[in-house]
């Protein structure tokens, strides 16, 4: 059983959660409910989940200050946000602390148990949509404080130069959100393929996550080069 605790001040929102988990997937079992970030820490040490389903604004301790907090205390919880359209400028300061995936509220419930189980199996997910906004380069709050106490620093440039066509091919649909999983059935190419690839392609640009590989896909040409793909 995957054990699951969600974080949404929306009661309403949270309890009709639970019982979509609770009644369309027989692996997932929700252990407890938080109705903000501060009972969200709390709730962790108490119940010690897998995962935790937690939205991004909430009063008394926001998402991305309490996800930073449990995966300080708690690094081997993962956990997941669960939020609007309007929350992507969060995105990078929920990642940076320590989630692992970044949903939106719209989703199907059947994506969202996907997602739960990719997450519980170590993959990051995060939706399309906001992948894309990733990938465009649109700010965030760090963003935004950065910039504006560190002025003349550039971001890193990643040089995809050295990346074969299928890596690179790869590596865009990587930053739109696509799972390994996703990414074979899109190219005609085995799960393991497309993992040894990944590997290839951290090695070359000597990166380690999924999140660095946004990163490289955002600071370099790859959308020009690979759009086509989306359009098949």
Do not use: W
Request: net charge negative; charged share 25%; with cysteine.
């Amino acid at each position: 059983m995957i054990r699951v605790l969600l974080v949404d001040d929306q009661v309403l929102f949270v309890e009709t959660l639970q019982t979509v988990l609770t009644m369309k997937a027989e692996d997932i079992d929700v252990v407890g409910i938080a109705f903000n970030g501060e009972e969200a820490v709390s709730a962790a040490l108490e119940f010690e989940p897998d995962i935790i389903l937690m939205d991004v604004r909430m009063p008394v301790l926001d998402g991305v200050l309490a996800a930073a907090e449990i995966h300080r205390k708690q690094p081997d919880i993962k956990i997941m946000m669960l939020t609007t359209f309007d929350d992507d400028a969060y995105v990078h300061d929920a990642l940076e602390g320590g989630a692992v995936g970044y949903l939106l509220k719209n989703m199907p419930s059947e994506d969202l148990i996907h997602s739960i189980r990719a997450v519980n199996n170590g993959t990051l997910q995060i939706s399309p949509d906001v992948a894309s906004q990733l990938v465009g380069g649109r700010s965030s709050r760090t963003d935004l404080q950065y910039s504006e106490s560190s002025e003349g620093t550039e971001e890193i440039q990643y040089s995809i130069e050295h990346l074969s066509r299928r890596e690179r091919e790869i590596l865009y649909l990587m930053s739109r959100g696509y799972d390994n999983t996703q990414i074979a059935g899109k190219l005609f190419l085995a799960a393991q393929t497309v993992k040894n690839h990944i590997t290839h392609i951290y090695g070359k640009l000597k990166i380690h996550d999924r999140m660095s590989a946004m990163k490289a896909a955002r600071n370099s040409q790859l959308s020009e080069f690979c759009s086509y793909l989306l359009d098949e």
